[in-house]
């Protein structure tokens, strides 16, 4: 039997398994399998805890499996339940670790009662390196271009450790977001496909929310996706330097105060079961 704990932030939900106290089977079929809502556990991903690559400079290592079996470089929400899991199962008692990711060290900090705040770092602007195929140069890659399947879209593209496409939409609960997702999501101006957040701005500090995410479908929240689209619609000028970005499933802050500075997400993590799920299908 393997041990797990079921975790969300903001909706976004996960399985996370502790690889510091027990071997664990291979991961991309595992993830598949206790990802599924009908037939597993059910998660949007699965966070693995892991101790760091000597250099990394981290205190610990988060690697992260998509509903499909395919391994992601960040989650932002994943991050503040990673953080929540190793204070609460003894871990750790520091109010700030160092977390190594595929998409670089990111640092989160204990707020309140389950609250974290996270240290995103920079944000990529540079096409080359979000990767896009759009936009010219060194970027930013703002209100440009993007044909799909014959229809015309203005987008814009930042990474935030995983590569992102916004796009503004008049109302984003009535957008089919699940038909226009994926065919971003595969599109050929993004060679390892992107995660797509459809928005809408309702002030100069609140933008509302849905997002598309490679590899898992549709997601109550994504944090990355919300530091990436506050980026983007602070270099477009359409709001301020604090939003609060409205998702399916909760509230997350964002806050990047200047072209320079790291960006900061704060937002909630709760655990929500524990339990056993045999290491091998029936």
Known sequence: MIEFTKMHGAGNDFVVL???????????????????????????????????????????????????????????????AFYTFLRTHGH???????????????????????RVRVDMGLPVLEPAKIPTQLGTSDGPVLDVALEVDGEAYTVSCA?????????????????????VGPRIENHAAFPNRVNVEFIRVQSRDRIEQRTWERGTGETLACGSGACAVAVTSMLRGVVDRRVAIGLRGGELEIVWESDTSHVFMTGPSAEVFTG?????EA
């Open 92 to 114: 750790t008692r520091d109010d700030e670790v160092r977390v190594e990711t595929l998409g670089g060290v990111v640092v989160p900090r204990h707020v309140s009662a389950g």
């Open 18 to 80: 502790d690889a510091l106290s027990q071997e664990l089977p291979a991961l991309e079929a595992f993830s598949r399998r206790i990802c599924d809502r009908h037939f597993g556990i059910g998660a949007d991903q699965v966070l693995v805890v892991e101790r760091p690559t000597a250099g990394s400079g981290a205190d610990f290592r988060m690697d992260i499996y998509n509903a499909d079996g395919s391994r992601v470089e960040m989650c932002a929400n994943g991050i503040r």
């Open 276 to 280: 056993q799920i045999a290491r091998e």
């Open 159 to 179: 990474s935030m450790g995983n590569p992102h496409c916004v796009l503004e939409v008049p109302d984003p609960d009535a957008f089919d977001v699940a038909t």
